[in-house]
């Protein structure tokens, strides 16, 4: 179904713009990806929008094309509005000409193969959006399975980590769970080493045995990681902190260490 | 001097507020940063604001009393508002108990010692300032020289970026320039090895020939670096792109790429 839209008070855009609030997201199941680059990658994976929202003004792309011809051909509605709108909807100043509304995914730990890869993320208690995205792209980068959120973490499907993942929502295995579910069930007797940089009892990170399926762990941006967190770690590590901070901004240091990991791992 | 505001139009709360826009910082050469913990480092630096904001009803802290005192014996101004001004004045809806004016710092490359450190970083066109600021925390973790901002970046001193260096902006040596600038002083006759993430006739970045002083270098989050500043590079590493994306956060392949170095000269 195809049609157009110009005015604000539209009930269609209302419901759109209204995705950008997480309470509305959950009560929908939907959420908004925005950018040709994000949506052609989520086809790639064979995920299309239910809902297509073209810019009226956008320059012709033939990538477009086939995004907009596969959306119709799967039966999903394709909405043609103003950049004035499009902007309201993704709350950006200078939106990208396209963004789709997609169902959200199941997150669930049970389905969780941990031998499909050599290591996954872990983040606990995450609360910057940029952040999660990040992590999120950083998984994809470093060829991990997915990246598993424990405790309160900020919606991943929020506008604004899913820009951050760069498509990587996408493409990698994305896990809601709790602290009391994840460690009984890493503990199952089907293996899994978790590590952590600590200052506790840690050993150097750089070369340290690390074991398929690793699964890395970084804490709250404030607050690290709970003591006990760290204490069931197989693996604590040590970086290198030579300034006045004993901490780096909870994405970076995930993606020093995943990258030390697969270094290590295919070494 | 020592004073209470307690109304929303007094020209001094009206002053510190316009510090969030760049035009009024460039203006009043001034910037905020908040936060005991920033502002003891700060003071630890040698560096004391010239008005210190702290909240009516904040907890007493030893540290604060020790920078109250210290702000006030260097003939500076301390100002006692209510939340709700903090608030408004840092922007943000939960604020730290105290915040600081601080008179912003040189910025020019001239004052750059290039042996005093190993490494040094370098982001060019950086737009984001969580990035930025995230930069500049990864240098003081890695023990660089400092970050020098190249082209147009975002400002250094926008709150957000202060905040996101958590402290690193009174601890690393800053620099703004162009690349016109740039590179005819790295290229002067006194070294300096310039690196950068790349995909053309590039070594593995794992163990790479890095050598002292090593600047490492990254580009524009969508960009990435032009051609011509790739090539100018001593040295092209590769980092592995296992999955979809061709590309990291530009503040994580920063990171990732500043502690190989660390670890390759120390080594």
Redesign the interface.
């Known amino acids: 179904m195809r049609r157009a839209i110009t005015g604000f008070s539209n009930p269609t855009v209302k419901l759109l713009r209204s995705l950008r609030e997480k309470k509305h997201r959950k009560r929908e199941g939907l959420f908004l990806a925005e950018g040709l680059r994000l949506l052609t990658?989520a086809r790639?994976m064979g995920r299309l929008p239910q809902t297509l929202v073209m810019a009226q003004g956008r320059d012709a792309h033939p990538l477009l094309d086939e995004l907009e011809a596969a959306v119709d051909a799967n039966g999903g509605e394709i909405i043609e509005t103003t950049d004035d709108i499009l902007a309201k909807i993704t709350g950006k100043d200078n939106p990208q000409a396209v963004c789709g509304v997609f169902a959200e995914f199941d997150t669930s730990l049970a389905g969780v193969d941990r031998h499909a890869a050599p290591l996954w993320l872990v983040a606990q208690a995450m609360r910057d959006p940029?952040n999660l995205g990040?992590m999120l792209?950083?998984?994809?980068?470093?060829?991990a399975g997915g990246l598993i959120l424990i405790d309160d973490c900020v919606d991943p499907f929020s506008v604004e980590a899913v820009r951050?993942s760069?498509?990587?929502i996408f493409?990698?295995h994305l896990v809601q769970t709790r602290w009391e579910e994840f460690l009984p069930w890493l503990r199952d007797g089907r293996g899994g080493q978790l590590v952590a940089a600590s200052l506790r009892e840690a050993v150097p990170y750089?070369g340290a045995p690390y074991a398929r399926p690793c699964f890395v762990m970084v804490g709250n941006e404030s607050r690290g990681l709970p003591e006990d967190y760290e204490l069931a770690c197989d693996l604590r590590v040590t970086?290198?902190?030579?300034?006045?901070?004993d901490?780096?901004?909870a994405?970076?240091a995930g993606?020093?260490l995943a990258?030390?990991v697969?270094?290590c791992l295919e070494g």
Chains 1, 2 share one sequence.
């Open positions: 990658d790639d940029g990040t792209r950083t998984a994809d980068a470093v060829g951050a760069m498509g990587a493409t990698q750089r970086m290198p902190m030579k300034g006045r901070a901490s780096l901004n994405a970076v993606a020093v990258y030390e697969l270094a």
